[in-house]
Every structure is written in C-alpha cells, then in structure tokens.
C-alpha cells in the first residue's frame, strides 16, 4: 500500500450550461466550493482505503514497521483533507467578497491549528 495524496488530482466536474440571468460571480463561488468539496471527498475516500489495508495487515500480523508507517499515511491523508477544507472555506469567503471579521478569522485559526 502507498501514500496516494501525492498523485496529481484531475478534474472531476464536467462544464454546466448556466444562465445568463446568473451573476458570473456566483459561478465562479458555486465553481471553487464544488471542486474544492470533490478534491476533499476523494482524499477521504483514499484515506478510508488505506485504512481498510491498515486493517487487513494487522488481521494478517504484518510487521509493526509497515503497520504503523501506513497509519501515518493515513493519518497525513486526514489532515490534508482537514486543511483543504479550511482552505475551501477561505476561498469561499474571498470568492463572495465578503469582508472577514477577526472573529472569522480566529475561528479558521483555530480550526487551522487543531490540525498541525
């Protein structure tokens, strides 16, 4: 079993016709929380994946070095899922132009700073 999060991520959205009645602002916002949302479900996936492998080398008495060594892997997986998710939630918030509060602000801090 391997690291998966390093391989390059293709795109999984098609193009959507949109009205013309609709703001391209609110495209673009609608665009990045959906490719940002996709990009989180896949590591999530991956890292359920490897987790199920984890499961099967314990099952089978696999050696302790490559146990917890592929537990670290899913482990960074989780977190890069965590950050994207932050990262997701920063680019929303710019994306809709909205002013950030420094109540905002220390929340994604905080939610930042719970995963490292």
Request: glycine residues 6%; proline residues 4%.
């Amino acid at each position: 079993m391997t690291d998966l999060d390093s391989r390059p991520q293709a795109p999984t959205e098609a193009p959507v016709d949109v009205p013309a009645s609709v703001p391209a602002a609110a495209v673009q916002a609608a665009g990045v929380q959906a490719v940002d949302m996709s990009a989180v479900v896949n590591r999530i996936k991956r890292a359920q994946g490897q987790l199920g492998g984890v499961l099967r080398m314990i099952e089978e008495g696999r050696d302790l070095e490559a146990v917890v060594h592929q537990l670290k892997a899913v482990s960074r997986a989780l977190d890069r899922a965590g950050f994207a998710l932050i990262a997701a939630e920063l680019r929303q918030t710019v994306a809709d132009g909205a002013d950030v509060g420094e109540a905002e602000l220390a929340k994604l801090e905080k939610f930042f700073l719970s995963l490292a």
